[in-house]
């Protein structure tokens, strides 16, 4: 859809609204007003078609950026905190928790400890 298609109905709308509002006739304010809401859906596909054009530079660009952060990521240790250690290591302990949080699910550490009488 061409730029025009989308903005000619907003622009005869809007002057022949004016004109209906300083002759004072209110048929042509009417008409006006109508043509104004009839040419917003043109505009909203116009507005979309042109807000998800996207070049072949810009993918380019996006794309290097994203290989940017992921060395940088790599560089400062961030991509592998969670790593189990060489041994084998201890199973995770669950997520603590704030004392006023109330968790939906039990969580296995509070369980009270058994002890014999």
Not at 48 to 60: I, P
């Given at each position: 859809m061409p730029v025009i298609a989308a903005y000619v109905p907003l622009g005869a709308g809007i002057t022949t609204g004016v004109l209906g509002i300083l002759g004072?006739?209110?048929?042509?304010?009417?008409?006006?007003?109508?043509?104004?809401?009839?040419?917003?859906p043109p505009l909203m596909v116009h507005t979309?078609?042109?807000?998800?054009?996207?070049?072949?530079?810009?993918?380019?660009e996006a794309d290097n950026a994203g290989y940017w952060r992921a060395?940088?990521?790599?560089?400062?240790?961030?991509?592998?905190?969670?790593?189990?250690?060489?041994?084998?290591?201890?199973?995770?302990?669950s997520e603590q928790v704030?004392?006023?949080?109330?968790?939906?699910?039990?969580?296995?550490d509070d369980k009270p400890k058994r002890m014999a009488q």
């Open positions: 004072k006739n209110h048929d042509l304010r009417g008409i006006g007003v109508f043509i104004i809401v009839a040419g917003i979309l078609r042109v807000s998800q054009r996207v070049a072949a530079h810009q993918l380019a060395l940088d990521h790599v560089a400062r240790g961030l991509l592998d905190q969670g790593a189990v250690p060489p041994n084998g290591g201890h199973p995770a302990k704030a004392g006023n949080v109330i968790t939906l699910r039990p969580n296995p």
